[in-house]
C-alpha cells in the first residue's frame, strides 16, 4: 500500500482528533524542547566561557598574591573589569617587585616564553570635540598581548623600549578608532587625549588591536559606550601608582610545557617565599585546569538535566502507546472493513505505525521549536550568544521517530492481528 | 453449460467451544454457482447463513471441504493469500455500509484499489466512473456521515466493484434501510448483475428479496434445505439497458 497514503491518512486522523493528539504529543513535546533548551544553553555557556578563558590565554598560568586562608581563584588586578575589590590591602613588602618577578623570569627561563604584567589605571574618556570613546586605561608590559591573546590589526604593541622610556604612547581597540576616527584616516601616530576626574593626558597611537566581547564585561552599556582597553607602557601607569609592586602577573609557558606540573613547580617557588609571611601567599592557577572544571561542571548538569528529559521521552511514549491501544480498539470495525477489502497484515501494521512516529514527529517538531525559542531566550537572558547545534535537532528527530515505532509497535501488531470477521462484528 | 464461478464442496467449519465439545456449524454442505448468476441464500438465525458468508468471502477458512472460487482453492489458502482474494475475487456489501468514516466516499472506493497497488490516477479515474454509475457522483467527496443510508450502501457497491470481483457478496444489504431505499439498492445489484454479468450471492432472511433473485437456497441447522430456481425471475433489458460503460 502506498506509503504516502498513510501519511495523509494518519494526519487526518490527528485533524479529526487535535485536541487528544496535542495531548498525546505533550509528554514528546516536553522532552524534546527541554533537551534542545538545555544543550542550546549548555552549549552557548560552554563556548562563551571556553573561548573567554582561551583568550585570557589557555597555555597561562597566573600568580595571584591573596591573603592566607583564601582558597579562591579569583584574580586581583586581573583583566580589565574583573578588578576585585580587595578587603584588606596588602603592604608593598607583600607584593612582588619588579626584581621578585625579573628573578622568577630568570630562574625559569627554560619554561617561560612571557612575562604579562598589567596595572590598571581605571576608566576615563578619550575626546575629541563631540566625537569621545570610553577607554580602560592599562598599564601593560610587552608580554601583555601574548598572555592575553590580543590581535593586534595594525602597527605594534607597546615595547621594552616604550616601557624603559616611560614613552607616552598607546595601543587602542579598533571601536575606539571607529568611534574617533574618519575611515580614510590612519589613526596611527595620531595623538589622543584622555580625560579622567581630574586630568588630561595625550597619548600617540602606536598599534590597533581588535575589539572582543569579553565574557566578563557584563555592561549593560549600548554598543558605542563600551569600555574597551586602553594599553600604555606599564612604567608610565605607575608614575602616579601609590604601589611601584604587582598583586599579579601572568606566565605564558613555551610550547610543550606542561601547565599543570609547571603550575605545582611555581607554586613550591612561591611557598618557600612567603613562607615566613603570616598574612599573604601566593596563589598559582592556570587556565586549562580552570576550564576544565568549568566545562566538566556543566557537563554534569547537562547530563542531570537530559536524565530528566529522557524520562519524559518515555514517559510521552508510554503516552503514545496508550492513545495508539485506544485508537485500535475505536477502529476495531475500521480495521475489519479493511482486512475484508483485502489489507493484509502488514498493511495494517504500516497503517498504525505511521500514525504512531507522525505523532512522535510532529510533537518532535513543536518540542525542537520550543526549546529553541527557551534556549535563545535562556542564553539571551543570561547575555551570551545561543548557538544552536545542529546535531541535537538531526538525534532529536531521530529519537522520536524511534519513540514512534517502538511505542507503536505493540498497538499496531495487536491491530494487525485482529480476527476481521469479529472486528466487523465488534460494535 | 455455464462456467462455473464458485464450487463449495462437502464444506464442514466446526468450532471448538472448550474440549471435549464442538459445535458443528456447517454440515457437509455443497453449492455451486454459475458465472453471472444471481442468487440468494436465505434462511433463519442459527441457520449457519453468517459462517456460509465467512467461508464464501474468504474471512475464514473451513474445517473441512473444497471451496473453490473463479479456478482457485481457497480452503489451502494462507492469510496473505486469503487477503489478495478478498481484495480481488470478492465484493463485499454490509448491512451497516462498513464504509470508513474519515474518507471521503470517493476515497472509500478507492480504497480496495489501493490495496491492490493500483496508481493514485487510475484509483481515482475508476472511483469517479464507479460513483457515476451508482448516480453518486454528486456527492463524491461527502463523507459518509454526510450521507443517507441509501446513499451510503451505493457507495458501498461501488466499492465492492472496485476491483472487479468474479462475485459480489451482499450480507443483509437493505437490512438497514427503509422498503424504498431497500428496493433502489435491490434494483442497483440487478442493475449491475444485468450491465456487468456480475455474480451475486445476497444473504438475506427476507424472502421477499429473495423472491427477486435467480435461485433461492434456504439453509437449515447447517445443510441445504431446499435450492429452487425462481420461475418468476426474467431479465429485463428494457429497464437496464446495455450500458456497457465499464468494459
Known amino acids: ?427 | 453449460m455455464s462456467e462455473i464461478m464458485m464450487d463449495v464442496r462437502n464444506l464442514v467449519k466446526k468450532f471448538y467451544i472448550g474440549s471435549p465439545n464442538e459445535l458443528k456449524i456447517l454440515k457437509e454442505l455443497s453449492l455451486t454457482v454459475n458465472k453471472g448468476e444471481f442468487i440468494s441464500i436465505v434462511g433463519a438465525s442459527g441457520s449457519g447463513k453468517s459462517t456460509l458468508m465467512n467461508v464464501i468471502g474468504a474471512l475464514d477458512r473451513p474445517t473441512t471441504g473444497e471451496y473453490i472460487l473463479d479456478g482457485a482453492p481457497i480452503q489451502e489458502m494462507s492469510d496473505n493469500e486469503l487477503s489478495d482474494i478478498r481484495n480481488r475475487k470478492i465484493g463485499f456489501v454490509f448491512q451497516n455500509f462498513n464504509l470508513i468514516p474519515r474518507n471521503s466516499a470517493l476515497k472509500n472506493v478507492e480504497l480496495p484499489m489501493l490495496y491492490a497497488g493500483y496508481s493514485r490516477k487510475e484509483r481515482r479515474e475508476r472511483a469517479e466512473q464507479l460513483l457515476e454509475l451508482v448516480g453518486m457522483q454528486d456527492r463524491m467527496h461527502h463523507l459518509p456521515n454526510e450521507l443517507s443510508g441509501g446513499q451510503k450502501q451505493r457507495v458501498a457497491i461501488s466499492r465492492a466493484l472496485s476491483n472487479e470481483p468474479a462475485i459480489i457478496l451482499a450480507d443483509e444489504p437493505t437490512g438497514a434501510l427503509d422498503s424504498e431505499t431497500g428496493q433502489m439498492v435491490m434494483e442497483l445489484f440487478h442493475k449491475v448483475n444485468q450491465t456487468k454479468g456480475t455474480t451475486i450471492i445476497l444473504i438475506t432472511h427476507n424472502h421477499e428479496l429473495a423472491e427477486e433473485t435467480q435461485r433461492i437456497v434456504t439453509l437449515k441447522d447447517g445443510r441445504i434445505l431446499s435450492e429452487v430456481s425462481n420461475p418468476n425471475y426474467q431479465i429485463d433489458n428494457r429497464k437496464w439497458g446495455n450500458t456497457n460503460e465499464l468494459y
Not at chain 1, 571607529?178 to 579622567?196: A, H, V
Open chain 1, 1 to 427: 500500500m502506498n506509503f504516502t497514503e498513510n501519511i495523509l491518512l494518519a494526519l487526518a486522523g490527528l485533524r479529526a482528533n487535535k485536541m487528544r493528539a496535542l495531548l498525546t504529543m505533550l509528554g514528546i513535546i516536553i522532552g524534546i524542547a527541554s533537551v534542545i533548551a538545555i544543550v542550546t544553553v549548555g552549549n552557548s555557556l560552554n563556548a562563551s566561557i571556553t573561548s573567554s578563558m582561551e583568550d585570557m590565554g589557555a597555555n597561562s598560568i597566573i600568580v595571584n598574591i591573596r591573603e592566607k586562608g583564601d582558597d579562591s581563584d579569583e584574580i586581583g588586578g586581573g583583566p580589565p573589569g574583573m578588578q576585585t575589590t580587595a578587603v584588606a590591602k596588602p603592604d608593598e613588602e607583600d607584593l612582588l617587585s619588579e626584581d621578585d618577578i625579573e628573578t622568577f623570569t630568570s630562574r625559569f627561563s627554560d619554561k617561560v616564553a612571557n612575562i604579562s604584567i598589567s596595572h590598571g589605571v581605571g576608566s576615563a574618556k578619550a575626546q575629541d570635540g563631540r566625537l569621545y570613546a570610553n577607554v580602560s586605561v592599562s598599564g601593560v608590559n610587552n608580554g601583555y598581548e601574548k598572555a592575553n591573546n590580543l590581535e593586534l590589526l595594525t602597527g605594534r604593541f607597546i615595547t621594552e623600549r616604550d616601557i624603559k622610556s616611560v614613552r607616552k604612547v598607546a595601543v587602542v581597540s579598533d571601536k575606539l578608532v571607529s568611534n574617533m576616527f574618519s575611515n580614510r584616516e590612519n589613526p596611527l601616530g595620531k595623538e589622543i587625549k584622555i580625560y579622567d576626574a581630574d586630568s588630561i593626558e595625550t597619548y600617540t597611537i602606536v598599534g590597533i588591536y581588535k575589539y572582543e566581547p569579553s565574557l566578563f564585561s557584563t555592561s549593560s552599556a549600548s554598543e558605542k559606550d563600551i569600555d574597551t582597553g586602553f594599553y600604555i607602557p606599564v612604567t608610565l601607569a605607575k608614575l602616579d601608582a601609590t604601589t611601584k609592586n604587582y598583586q599579579t602577573f601572568t606566565i605564558v609557558t613555551k610550547t610543550g610545557v606542561d601547565a599543570t606540573l609547571f603550575t605545582r613547580e611555581i607554586e613550591d617557588y612561591f611557598a618557600k617565599i612567603y613562607i615566613n609571611n603570616t598574612k599573604w601567599e601566593a596563589g598559582v592557577m592556570n587556565m586549562e585546569s580552570t576550564i576544565s572544571s568549568l566545562t566538566s561542571m556543566l557537563d554534569t548538569v547537562s547530563i542531570a538535566i537530559a536524565v530528566i528529559a529522557g524520562i519524559s521521552l518515555l514517559v510521552g511514549g508510554i503516552g503514545v502507546m496508550n492513545i495508539m491501544l485506544v485508537s485500535v480498539t475505536e477502529r476495531t470495525r475500521e480495521i475489519g472493513t479493511r482486512k475484508a477489502l483485502g489489507a493484509k497484515n502488514l498493511n495494517i501494521m504500516i497503517q498504525f505505525i505511521v500514525e504512531s512516529v507522525i505523532i512522535c514527529i510532529i510533537g518532535g517538531l513543536i518540542g525542537i521549536v520550543l526549546g529553541l525559542l527557551l534556549g535563545f531566550f535562556g542564553a539571551s537572558l543570561l547575555g551570551y550568544p545561543a548557538t544552536a547545534s545542529p546535531s541535537i535537532i538531526v538525534i532529536s528527530v531521530s529519537l522520536t521517530m524511534l519513540i514512534g515505532v517502538f511505542f507503536g509497535y505493540y498497538p499496531a501488531n495487536k491491530a494487525a492481528k485482529l480476527n476481521p470477521i469479529e472486528a466487523l462484528r465488534y460494535e
